[in-house]
């Protein structure tokens, strides 16, 4: 639920369902081929006996065990339209057969790599129970949801996630991933305050279990990222206009660092998690956030109140921060990239990790040649930056 510029404006990028989307045994829409006549009208009307329109005759000849095999062998091979095709006309067209609980769930899973996501959602919807569902029942549920977030209904994906959420007789792995997504698309509705209090109790329950690996560290690192996302939100919201004067100018930096200090905070408790995914993505987001206030501070003129000697003076003051974020975005990026070449990470944020790296060490060089004084760490604390 996507990507742009060295942070992303809402999270498409990042609603990975936590299922895998292997086939089970094997589980499309296949809202089959229609056969549509062409040409010219008859010139007289011919009458015919009645016949059925089967809508793919090229399948009609096949009983669902050859379906399903033909379906099966297709999504192996990654043919994910010839799968929807073979499971879809099963689910259609054999409801007694022992496979067609599998066949529309398999549907599903075709036509959601295919990206058609109300043709997945219509052959999830049949299975989904997420009241009181189990196994696929369950399963089709939060992919009706995640067609829903793919479909901007974000105002039922959530709903529809609550209803999992609040469900006692599940495991709290399902629970926690069910409140997580819910917070994602609360977030995505425009419900900020609604989405971090949903994630935050989230986190609660995590950190209250006495065995975390009850749960996949993907969700509680995915809860963390998005409470960053949110202060990184918040961050971007806070304009800097140096028209409203110094005084105004300072108070609206202070708090604009103080955000980007808090979205960090929860990026860094992210990493901690240790979900290699949501690592790499929360370094990524971290090293964008100083680019960025680097970017706001490098562009923005000198206050009008300020005479030509005060705004040397400011200018050459600013450098030095600016400096000072180049650094620090450099050092995040490098660490970043380390993180993910060792667990062997690839993905968007890695490619865009070493475009934002080659980005700023040409800044940091170009700084350096035109003014010699070095360049201030900027690594304070344990984890090279300052911590919220």
Same mark, same amino acid.
């Given at each position: 639920?996507?990507?742009?510029?060295?942070?992303?404006?809402?999270?498409?990028?990042?609603?990975?369902?936590?299922?895998?989307?292997?086939?089970?045994?094997?589980?499309?829409?296949?809202?089959?081929?229609?056969?549509?006549?062409?040409?010219?009208?008859?010139?007289?009307?011919?009458?015919?006996?009645?016949?059925?329109?089967?809508?793919?005759?090229? *399948?009609? #000849?096949?009983?669902?065990?050859?379906?399903?095999?033909?379906?099966?062998?297709?999504?192996?091979?990654?043919?994910?339209?010839?799968?929807?095709?073979?499971?879809?006309?099963?689910?259609?067209?054999?409801?007694?057969?022992?496979?067609?609980?599998?066949?529309?769930?398999?549907?599903?899973?075709?036509?959601?790599?295919?990206?058609?996501?109300?043709?997945?959602?219509?052959?999830?919807?049949?299975?989904?129970?997420?009241?009181?569902?189990?196994? $696929?029942?369950?399963?089709?549920?939060?992919?009706?949801?995640?067609?829903?977030?793919? *479909?901007?209904?974000?105002?039922?994906?959530?709903?529809?996630?609550?209803?999992?959420?609040?469900?006692?007789?599940?495991?709290?792995?399902?629970?926690?991933?069910?409140?997580?997504?819910?917070?994602?698309?609360?977030?995505?509705?425009?419900?900020?305050?609604?989405?971090? #209090?949903?994630?935050?109790?989230?986190?609660?329950?995590? $950190?209250?279990?006495?065995?975390?690996?009850?749960?996949?560290?993907?969700?509680?690192?995915?809860?963390?990222?998005?409470?960053?996302?949110?202060?990184?939100?918040?961050?971007?919201?806070? #304009?800097?206009?140096?028209? #409203?004067?110094?005084?105004?100018?300072?108070?609206?930096?202070?708090?604009?660092?103080?955000?980007?200090?808090?979205?960090?905070?929860?990026? *860094?408790?992210?990493?901690?998690?240790?979900?290699?995914?949501?690592?790499?993505?929360?370094?990524?987001?971290?090293?964008?956030?100083?680019?960025?206030?680097?970017?706001?501070?490098?562009?923005?003129?000198?206050?009008?109140?300020?005479?030509?000697?005060?705004?040397?003076?400011?200018?050459?003051?600013?450098?030095?921060?600016?400096?000072?974020?180049?650094?620090?975005?450099?050092?995040?990026?490098?660490?970043?990239?380390?993180?993910?070449?060792?667990?062997?990470?690839?993905?968007?944020?890695?490619?865009?990790?070493?475009?934002?790296?080659?980005?700023?060490?040409?800044?940091?060089?170009?700084?350096?040649?035109?003014?010699?004084?070095?360049?201030?760490?900027?690594?304070?604390?344990?984890?090279?930056?300052?911590?919220?």
């Amino acid at each position: 639920m996507g990507r742009q510029r060295a942070h992303m404006s809402v999270r498409r990028w990042w609603w990975v369902a936590a299922l895998g989307l292997a086939v089970t045994g094997c589980r499309t829409t296949g809202s089959a081929a229609r056969a549509d006549g062409q040409g010219t009208a008859p010139k007289q009307e011919i009458q015919f006996d009645p016949v059925t329109v089967t809508a793919d005759l090229e *399948l009609d #000849k096949l009983n669902d065990e050859e379906l399903f095999a033909g379906g099966t062998s297709a999504f192996a091979a990654n043919d994910f339209r010839q799968a929807a095709r073979y499971f879809g006309r099963l689910a259609d067209f054999h409801p007694d057969s022992r496979h067609r609980r599998a066949a529309l769930y398999n549907a599903g899973l075709a036509h959601q790599r295919l990206k058609e996501w109300e043709e997945a959602g219509h052959r999830f919807s049949e299975l989904a129970d997420p009241a009181k569902g189990q196994g $696929d029942a369950l399963d089709a549920a939060f992919r009706v949801a995640e067609t829903q977030y793919h *479909l901007e209904r974000y105002d039922e994906a959530y709903t529809l996630l609550g209803v999992i959420a609040a469900r006692e007789d599940l495991p709290v792995n399902r629970r926690l991933e069910a409140q997580v997504q819910q917070g994602i698309c609360q977030l995505e509705a425009g419900r900020g305050e609604e989405a971090e #209090k949903t994630l935050r109790k989230a986190l609660s329950t995590y $950190d209250a279990l006495t065995d975390k690996d009850e749960v996949d560290d993907y969700f509680p690192a995915q809860a963390h990222f998005f409470v960053g996302e949110i202060y990184r939100l918040h961050y971007e919201n806070v #304009k800097l206009d140096p028209a #409203k004067g110094t005084d105004k100018l300072a108070e609206d930096l202070n708090y604009k660092a103080e955000l980007l200090l808090s979205a960090q905070g929860h990026y *860094l408790r992210s990493i901690r998690v240790g979900n290699g995914y949501w690592a790499t993505a929360a370094g990524a987001q971290i090293g964008a956030l100083y680019e960025n206030l680097y970017e706001h501070m490098v562009n923005s003129p000198a206050p009008s109140e300020l005479n030509a000697e005060e705004a040397q003076v400011y200018r050459q003051e600013l450098r030095k921060k600016i400096r000072v974020l180049i650094t620090k975005s450099i050092n995040i990026y490098e660490r970043t990239l380390e993180t993910a070449e060792r667990i062997g990470s690839q993905s968007a944020f890695v490619d865009r990790t070493r475009e934002s790296l080659a980005r700023m060490k040409a800044l940091l060089l170009a700084d350096a040649e035109g003014e010699p004084t070095p360049a201030p760490s900027g690594t304070e604390g344990t984890d090279g930056e300052p911590h919220s």
